[in-house]
């Protein structure tokens, strides 16, 4: 009998009653859960990342140790077995996780934390952007260079949502990584916060990959109340066929010119760049393949559930993910306005050729989904107007713009 209680004791059910909050976060997993699967919402991530808060979330299932990524480092000599000094306690007295230690022992490494590490030295976000590119058709944006200014404007969010969430008293490190949410472009906000606030990557994740799902939702009553059923039924002229040379000099230009500008945006820019460079050259189709399918598919499983694995029970539930929540539809509003609103300025100069100012809203980095809500909304308005491949330029150029922008983020705060 003694034995039957001891093993009572260790499982899940009897430590869950120490500490509710785990109820909470295994209600939360399954509610995500069920819109991965039933409403479809971002799938391909959202399902890893709900799965990842419920594997974390298990009482005495020790798959992820917060204290191994404490303060932002990666403590490798925890890693190794070394023990818990109350000098590194004291040190972490401003954390939650600081309460949770005991002097003296030591942790057995975890499946997720392993996993961790690739989202933590950034591994998984670069080698995810090699299949963007790779997918990724920059044929729209050369055929027509003035959509790039629609996709930087978009970004315009970011940075205004970075002003308010320093006011609502967030540091200058978590609020550039919050702003990150307004790019809509998941592995560039999963990359940014994990450099700059690890501590918020799981509510960030899962408010980045939310809203982006949500685009067809959110974006639409911003786009109508901008614009007037005239400028909805600006009909496009056919962009100019692209040639393989351009579209093979691209990539390696903007590689170029990039990295110099901003070269902390380098790892994105660069992998995102040679993806896309396997995709136009024509020699390497083997490799586009790859990184488009298997390795993309193998990264994504990896960065979700280790990304999910961040949202425990002492992290996810305070006010601060309420906020991170709130200011994420901000900053997403905030770029799709002001993509709509730059292409009804650019309007004004131009006499002839007019930019349907629906495809300014696609500058956020949901491809090709902002894309497809340009080209519904302009149809509402005239069935015959084909704005898809138009609202191409300013969607792809979008990913572009959101990786500068972290890329600067990262250099003026990391």
């Known amino acids: 009998m003694d034995a039957i209680l001891d093993f009572l004791k260790t499982t899940g059910f009897a430590m869950i009653a120490d500490n509710w909050k785990v109820i909470i976060m295994l209600a939360i997993s399954c509610l995500?859960?069920?819109?991965?699967?039933?409403?479809?919402?971002?799938?391909?991530?959202?399902?890893?990342?709900?799965?990842?808060?419920?594997?974390?979330?298990?009482?005495?299932?020790?798959?992820?140790?917060?204290?191994?990524?404490?303060?932002g480092h990666i403590h490798w000599d925890l890693f190794g077995g070394a023990a818990i000094t109350q000098e590194f306690i004291d040190g972490l007295e401003n954390t939650v996780v600081a309460s949770t230690l005991t002097a003296g022992e030591t942790v057995t490494v975890g499946l997720l934390d392993v996993l961790y590490l690739g989202v933590k030295l950034?591994?998984?976000?670069?080698?995810?952007?090699?299949?963007?590119?790779?997918?990724?058709?920059?044929?729209?944006?050369?055929?027509?260079?003035?959509?790039?200014?629609?996709?930087?404007?978009?970004?315009?969010?970011?940075?205004?949502?970075?002003?308010?969430?320093?006011?609502?008293?967030?540091?200058?490190?978590?609020?550039?990584?919050?702003a990150i949410i307004g790019g809509a472009d998941g592995p560039t906000a999963i990359y940014t916060t994990s450099l700059l606030a690890p501590s918020l990557l799981g509510p960030i994740a899962i408010a980045a990959y939310s809203y982006m799902a949500l685009v067809p939702v959110i974006q639409p009553p911003i786009m109508r109340a901008l614009t007037t059923k005239e400028e909805r039924r600006i009909v496009m002229k056919e962009l100019r066929p692209v040639s393989k040379t351009e579209k093979i000099i691209f990539p390696i230009v903007v590689t170029i010119f990039v990295a110099l500008l901003v070269p902390s945006a380098a790892p994105l820019i660069g992998c995102l760049m040679l993806g896309n460079l396997m995709r136009e050259c024509g020699v390497t189709e083997r490799l586009s393949k790859t990184v488009q399918n298997e390795?993309?598919?193998?990264?994504?499983?990896?960065?979700?559930?280790?990304?999910?694995?961040?949202?425990?029970?002492?992290?996810?539930?305070?006010?601060?993910?309420?906020?991170?929540?709130?200011?994420?539809?901000?900053?997403?509003?905030?770029?799709?306005?002001?993509?709509?609103?730059?292409?009804?300025?650019?309007?004004?100069?131009?006499?002839?050729?007019?930019?349907?100012?629906?495809?300014?809203?696609?500058?956020?980095?949901?491809v090709p989904m902002a894309s497809r809500v340009a080209q519904r909304e302009g149809q509402k308005e005239d069935p015959s107007n084909f704005l898809l491949m138009h609202a191409m330029g300013p969607n792809v150029s979008g990913v572009i713009g959101s990786a500068i922008a972290a890329g600067v983020l990262i250099s003026l705060l990391g």
């Open 295 to 366: 390795l993309m598919n193998i990264c994504v499983v990896f960065l979700g559930v280790s990304v999910g694995a961040t949202a425990t029970a002492n992290t996810f539930l305070n006010l601060k993910t309420l906020g991170i929540l709130v200011l994420g539809i901000v900053a997403f509003s905030l770029g799709t306005a002001s993509g709509v609103i730059l292409a009804k300025i650019m309007n004004l100069f131009s006499k002839k050729n007019k930019i349907n100012p629906l495809i300014g809203a696609a500058g956020v980095s949901a």
């Open 32 to 71: 995500l859960l069920y819109l991965a699967i039933v409403k479809k919402m971002e799938p391909l991530l959202l399902l890893p990342i709900a799965f990842g808060m419920l594997l974390t979330n298990i009482p005495g299932a020790e798959m992820f140790h917060e204290v191994l990524f404490v303060d």
């Open 122 to 178: 950034g591994v998984y976000p670069c080698l995810i952007f090699i299949g963007v590119g790779a997918s990724t058709d920059f044929g729209p944006l050369i055929a027509n260079p003035k959509t790039l200014l629609l996709g930087a404007a978009a970004q315009v969010g970011i940075f205004i949502t970075y002003l308010g969430a320093t006011l609502m008293g967030f540091t200058s490190a978590e609020s550039g990584a919050i």
